[in-house]
């Protein structure tokens, strides 16, 4: 049974990266130093992964800002009125460029508008909006997501998981500019760009790649769910030699179950925190070369797993689809999450034995998969902190 993660907290363990960004903001320090904070974070983050015994450990996660909007940038989704952020504004121009559509410009003579902000699904994480034209064209314009999966594949090797925002659940993310078009239409032109992508990091040696589409637990459209289908079966042509993981979360599949499971990738990811009861029909459905992921940990509260609980899935999913049709994961990203319990130094040790952080999750993954294999000494530790507990809000997400 392999284990995997979706995606880790970037702030940093003492909040490095929210006082880096501010320094640079107020040009107290340089690109340099704010990209050796970045660079120290992500390290951190990936050894802390690899520490937890997890298989498959997230890269490109990491982001200064938002990862929609890295999105944006990977793909040259950049409105027009940001080009003299690049022509006239001589030093960093990326990273200016960045900032510039996350927060406005206001400096060189220049007075431009940020772009808009909205959350991400149910969750309080918000994003930066894409903003797209009917005649709106995509390439690879930013090089941060290659030089990531390289530095993440010397310290993790083949564990190292790039992990990008799906063609569709990005287009359906954005909004339309002007009138006279569906940005949905805009797949056929998005997707080569999407293969060349991943046909890169394949070069570079990834062997898997996570590709969220949280979309799939709305109600979709006909069209939409068309495009869903073709932006897939267009990938899975021009693509091979590399497992594709489809990322859902925040949601059961519901009327989408059945598209789900006929895309041509290696595995799917499910929430069956939010939604176990989706694991039924999702057994039923499933194809026998697909892999299924298990997301019961959760990755938006503070509270210890109960491992009972998770176990019974686990232990249903085993028995139809074997240990190495299997994955163990957490619900979603742990970006939603706190970093690590055990830095907060203050809190009474009886509720602290209660919770767990970003860090602890990790813990969790991999101690169910032991427990699934026979390690009950685990199991019986877990069921005497979830007996002595009283949560407050047990079933409230925190993030």
């Known amino acids: 049974m392999l284990t995997q993660n979706l995606g880790y907290p970037r702030i940093g363990s003492q909040r490095q990266l929210k006082k880096a960004c501010e320094q640079y903001w107020a040009g107290k320090i340089d690109i340099q130093e704010l990209n050796k904070t970045a660079r120290n974070i992500r390290e951190e983050n990936w050894q802390a992964q690899l520490d937890a015994g997890i298989d498959l450990i997230p890269?490109?996660?990491f982001s200064f800002y938002d990862q929609v909007l890295d999105m944006s940038l990977l793909l040259g989704v950049i409105p027009q009125r940001y080009t003299p952020v690049l022509t006239l504004v001589k030093t960093n121009h990326e990273t200016d460029l960045y900032f510039a559509m996350a927060r406005g410009y206001q400096k060189d003579g220049l007075d431009i508008t940020a772009m808009e902000m909205t959350k991400w699904y149910d969750t309080n994480y918000h994003y930066i909006v894409p903003e797209f034209t009917a005649g709106q064209e995509f390439k690879v314009f930013s090089e941060g997501l290659f030089a990531d999966h390289n530095s993440?594949?010397?310290?993790?090797?083949?564990k190292a998981k790039p992990v990008l925002i799906g063609?569709?659940?990005?287009?359906?993310?954005?909004?339309?500019?002007e009138a006279g078009f569906e940005r949905i239409d805009l797949v056929k032109k998005l997707v080569p760009v999407y293969v060349?992508?991943?046909?890169?990091?394949k070069s570079q040696g990834a062997q898997w790649i996570q590709l969220d589409e949280p979309c799939l637990v709305l109600d979709l459209s006909k069209k939409e769910k068309e495009a869903i289908e073709y932006a897939y079966r267009a990938i899975a042509n021009r693509v091979s030699g590399v497992k594709l993981l489809v990322a859902t979360y925040f949601d059961a599949l519901?009327?989408?179950t059945q598209l789900a499971v006929s895309l041509p990738v290696t595995a799917l990811h499910i929430d069956l925190v939010r939604a176990p009861e989706q694991l039924d029909e999702m057994l039923a459905l499933i194809p026998e070369r697909l892999l299924l992921s298990l997301g019961v940990v959760?990755?938006?509260?503070?509270?210890?797993n109960d491992y009972e609980k998770s176990l019974l899935l686990i232990q249903k999913?085993?028995?139809?689809?074997?240990s190495d049709g299997v994955i163990i994961a957490p619900s979603c990203s742990l970006l939603h999450s706190p970093n690590d319990l055990e830095l907060e130094t203050e809190?009474?040790?009886g509720i602290k034995n209660w919770m767990a952080f970003a860090k602890q999750k990790l813990t969790e993954v991999n101690e169910l998969r032991r427990i699934a294999g026979g390690d009950t000494k685990l199991l019986q530790a877990n069921k005497q902190a979830v007996e002595s507990a009283v949560y407050p809000n047990r079933y409230i997400s925190s993030m």
Do not use: H, M, T
């Open 254 to 256: 519901l009327d989408n």
């Open 59 to 61: 890269c490109n996660d």
């Open 317 to 322: 999913a085993v028995d139809k689809l074997g």
């Open 152 to 158: 993440a594949k010397q310290l993790l090797g083949n």
């Open 167 to 177: 063609p569709v659940s990005y287009l359906l993310a954005g909004k339309e500019k």
């Open 347 to 349: 809190l009474d040790p």
């Open 196 to 201: 060349e992508i991943i046909n890169r990091l």
């Open 298 to 304: 959760d990755g938006r509260n503070v509270w210890k």
